[in-house]
């Protein structure tokens, strides 16, 4: 397949269909993009050839423009020394040159048309590769966003997420046991405090009725 049928194709190519067809669209946008690229590079080269061309036809046109017109004047020349006859070879000779102009220009010409054939396909081919890197930048941010949240939904399900609040509620738990032996701690000691207190009242009513009853048997001894 030559470099402009190629070309051809890709500009006319419908990227959404081939896509849709893919059974991995993004390397097949990838393909598209670096087939583009190289064609690209190809018709830089080709048009580079052009306008190499195009300037030797116009050192050529140049030359024989230059050449007809010298012929010219020798046949003026001749005319005026009454030399017909060497006015027709000079005539002749600008004939020549006239001719291969005419041939040179032709040439030009289709040369000039074809380079911008080619810049108007290049510049459709560049639109197309736009449109190319546009849906495989799409592509990339859609496959990246559906990893992220096949990963999430993942770790949702994950064995490691019950572990981990499994281990916080056992956690938890222990906190629990510890402020309730805190709580037990502080009820035990008010009750302890309480006991001991009466404890010290009841020795001392206990004294009391003691001195009482040795003060009435006191008090009968005397009597």
């Not at 990339?140 to 064995?159: C, P, Y």
């Not at 701690?185 to 206990?206: C, P, Q, R, V």
Request: proline residues 0%.
């Amino acid at each position: 397949m030559s470099m402009f049928s190629r070309m051809t194709d890709i500009v006319q190519a419908n990227i959404n269909a081939m896509l849709d067809k893919a059974e991995d669209p993004e390397k097949v946008v990838r393909l598209i993009i670096q087939e583009m690229e190289e064609t690209l590079v190809e018709i830089r080269s080709e048009a580079a050839k052009f306008i190499a061309e195009q300037k030797h036809l116009t050192r050529q046109l140049e030359k024989c423009e230059k050449e007809a017109a010298n012929w010219q004047e020798k046949a003026q020349l001749a005319v005026d020394r009454d030399k017909d006859e060497l006015a027709r070879a000079a005539l002749a000779e600008k004939q020549r040159y006239t001719q291969k102009a005419e041939a040179l220009q032709q040439q030009y010409d289709t040369l000039t048309e074809s380079l911008s054939k080619l810049q108007d396909d290049t510049g459709r081919l560049n639109a197309k590769l736009s449109e190319a890197k546009a849906k495989q930048k799409s592509l990339v941010s859609r496959k990246h966003s559906a990893a992220v949240r096949l990963k999430a939904k993942n770790v949702e399900h994950s064995s490691k997420i019950e572990n981990a609040m499994s281990r916080f509620e056992q956690y938890e738990q222990r906190i629990d046991n510890l402020e309730a032996q805190v709580d037990a701690y502080d009820i035990t000691s008010h009750n302890g405090e309480a006991s001991s207190l009466e404890a010290e009242f009841k020795t001392l009513e206990g004294n009391d009725a003691i001195d009482k009853e040795l003060a009435e048997l006191k008090k009968k001894k005397a009597a």
